[in-house]
């Protein structure tokens, strides 16, 4: 398919794997059950930002309104001259009537939140195969709803103060064999960031108070990948931990400290609330 940025595409499915429905659950009417084989004509046009405000999608799980707007639309201006914030809702909107994102809503917050389609994640595979997108959920999970938030909140903070790059987040780690075969999945970290330094950091959002042994036991597996003797197969090299409670922060700077910098630990009013996190980040 050949992306155009001034014109109306046609997109078309190309054959779809057999094992699709298996994958969605969904019957062949669900929103998530296997497209036909067919020309999709939508009035909507595939810029180079659509792809990858569904990418960041699909790697967040989910995203707001909000951040999607912060991440993609807050300095962008349209063709019609359009701000940045009404661009932004009329260009989700499109996206959404174009079944290319959808709108769902938590028990919990009254806000509006968009998860990717298996429409938008075939035609990214198509459009950018070297961008390895990610298989769409068909929702959000209540029990990490809060978890999953504010990860993401974490991560628009690191690229917009320059903390960080190439964030490669747990959805898209857990369909990694380079972390899959080396971790278990209780041990796989919310994600990987590149800081200042060139150095992958493994990040992790504490919110849930976990028993003592459980950290203690991530921390020695952390500690033991990180001072593997060849560099190569380090799949992190330092930790970053942002916790909710003071309780957990103090109990996990007790434990690191030993390692020196290999760990960071700070709280939550630490990190949201800094303008300025370069230091404490990356040891600069």
């Known amino acids: 398919m050949q992306l155009t940025t001034e014109k109306q595409i046609e997109f078309e499915f ?6 699709l429905g298996k994958v969605t659950g969904e019957s062949a009417s669900g929103d998530f059950a296997r497209p036909k084989k067919r020309t999709v004509n939508q009035q909507v046009v595939l810029s180079e930002r659509d792809l990858e405000v569904i990418q960041f999608i699909l790697e967040m799980k989910f995203a707001s309104f909000d951040n999607l707007h912060l991440r993609f639309f807050a300095n962008a201006i349209s063709a019609r001259n359009e701000g940045g914030f009404h661009y932004a809702k009329k260009r989700l909107l499109r ?4 079944k290319f994102i959808k709108a769902t809503y938590s028990f919990s917050h009254s806000a509006k939140y968009y998860i990717a389609t298996y429409k938008s994640y075939y035609a990214l595979k198509q459009i950018k195969p070297d961008w ?3 298989k769409p959920r068909k929702g959000f999970d209540q029990r990490t709803f809060e978890h999953d938030l504010d990860v993401c909140s974490a991560r628009l903070l690191i690229e917009e103060k320059g903390l960080g790059s190439s964030w490669c987040s747990e ?6 064999p380079e972390f899959t075969s080396g971790l278990s999945s209780l041990y796989i970290p919310d994600a990987i960031y590149v800081d200042h330094g060139q150095r992958k950091v493994a990040f992790e959002i504490e919110i849930a108070t976990k028993a003592k042994s459980r950290y203690v036991d991530k921390i020695k597996r952390y500690v ?3 001072r593997l003797v060849d560099p190569t197969k380090r799949i992190f090299e330092r930790c970053h931990y ?3 409670k003071d309780s957990v922060a103090i109990f996990l700077r007790s434990q690191t400290k030993i390692y020196g910098e290999l760990f960071v630990v700070q709280t939550y009013q630490e990190f949201f609330s800094q303008h300025d996190l370069t230091k404490k980040i990356v040891g600069g």
């Not at 190309?14 to 094992?19: I, N, Y």
């Not at 996206?95 to 174009?98: D, I, K, N, Q």
């Open 95 to 98: 996206l959404e009537r174009a």
């Open 132 to 134: 390895s997108a990610v």
């Open 242 to 244: 942002v916790c909710q």
């Open 171 to 176: 959805k898209k780690l857990k369909s990694s």
């Open 224 to 226: 033991n990948l990180m």
């Open 14 to 19: 190309e054959s779809l794997p057999s094992d």
